[in-house]
């Protein structure tokens, strides 16, 4: 009964926020959201990823353990992404980042937090941190199918990820100062994104629920799937491997509907917001039970 109670203690206040910006975005369709998007992008994302690094215990050895584990995660999906696509006549390079790029951060970050407190937070920003610096180098590679160094240059969250490992490197102490800093926004962004989730919920449209849901299913089913691969072929445990298996069954990532509207055919973008849709309203329902196996396995 208790773990139970730890599952709704868990997901409750995610889901509550994100069901704060549905509301909103449902009662005023024009609410403009560009300063969270500009807030995250370039000041609360790269906080969040300095403060849940440096702060929260991990080791340099788990920051790279944990950043090759999810590349490794990313690979076999992208194998399989690129295969269904082709199987159903679809783009199989444009179309393959919601399968691939799942919502680490957004959602990842703070059911992390949640289910593991402080330590599992910065595993979870280790993991998160391969999907961020995919999102513009992979991400836009296979929404344009070319690559400008340009955009990862401009990449703050880039950044903030060499920092932290310089950090980690060098053992170097946090000032309080900034270690209160970054607290302050990382819990801001936190909040603010998980309710732009909401929003993007009454903005994104399904074009075809059929194929919407198969590929939902890759990423919200074979996703975890793929993390308990992982966590067997390297016999992981303890709140790390829970970590690593809740990261994986996060759906697909906002940012990649983003990111190909600027560069993909409106076609492309139109499928690629169906499967965002699909795989976050199936992820309700896969999420609690990925949660709940990793509290009861991995503690």
């Known amino acids: 009964m208790l773990l139970y109670?730890?599952?709704?203690?868990?997901?409750?206040?995610?889901?509550?926020?994100?069901g704060i910006g549905y509301?909103?975005?449902?009662?005023?369709?024009r609410l403009n959201t560009k300063?969270?998007?500009?807030?995250?992008?370039?000041?609360?994302?790269?906080?969040?990823?300095?403060?849940?690094i440096t702060t929260t215990g991990v080791t340099l050895d788990i920051f790279i353990s944990y950043f090759a584990y999810s590349l490794l995660i990313v690979g076999i999906s992208a194998v399989i992404g690129i295969s269904v696509l082709y199987l159903m006549n679809k783009d199989p390079i444009s179309e393959l980042p919601p399968l691939i790029l799942a919502n680490t951060g957004n959602m990842g970050i703070p059911i992390c937090l949640f289910a593991y407190?402080?330590?599992?937070l910065g595993v979870a920003a280790s993991i998160a941190s391969v999907i961020i610096l995919f999102h513009f180098t992979v991400g836009v590679f296979l929404a344009k199918k070319s690559f400008s160094f340009d955009l990862l240059i401009k990449n703050v969250p880039t950044y903030s990820i060499i920092i932290?490992?310089?950090f980690l490197y060098f053992n170097l102490e946090v000032p309080k100062f900034l270690e209160n800093v970054t607290f302050l926004l990382t819990y801001a962004t936190i909040f603010l994104i998980l309710m732009s989730l909401g929003f993007a919920l009454t903005r994104l449209k399904v074009k075809s629920w059929y194929k919407a849901i198969i590929l939902g299913l890759i990423r919200v089913v074979i996703g975890p799937v793929i993390g308990l691969f992982v966590i067997k072929l390297f016999n992981l445990s303890g709140y790390s491997a829970g970590v690593l298996l809740i990261q994986s069954a996060m759906p697909s990532a906002v940012l990649?509907?983003?990111?190909?509207?600027?560069?993909?055919?409106?076609?492309?973008?139109d499928?690629?917001?169906?499967?965002?849709?699909?795989?976050?309203?199936?992820?309700f329902i896969?999420?609690?039970?990925?949660?709940?196996?990793?509290?009861k396995y991995f503690i």
Do not use: H, Q, R
Request: a positive charge.
């Open 117 to 120: 407190g402080t330590a599992g």
């Open 256 to 269: 990649t509907y983003l990111v190909g509207s600027m560069y993909s055919k409106k076609k492309v973008v």
């Open 35 to 52: 300063f969270i998007t500009d807030f995250a992008g370039n000041i609360g994302t790269p906080a969040m990823i300095f403060y849940t």
């Open 5 to 18: 109670f730890k599952l709704f203690e868990v997901l409750f206040p995610v889901f509550f926020v994100i």
């Open 23 to 29: 509301y909103l975005g449902k009662k005023d369709p």
């Open 164 to 166: 932290s490992v310089i």
């Open 271 to 283: 499928n690629v917001a169906s499967v965002i849709v699909t795989s976050t309203l199936m992820s």
């Open 286 to 295: 896969t999420i609690p039970i990925i949660v709940f196996i990793a509290l």
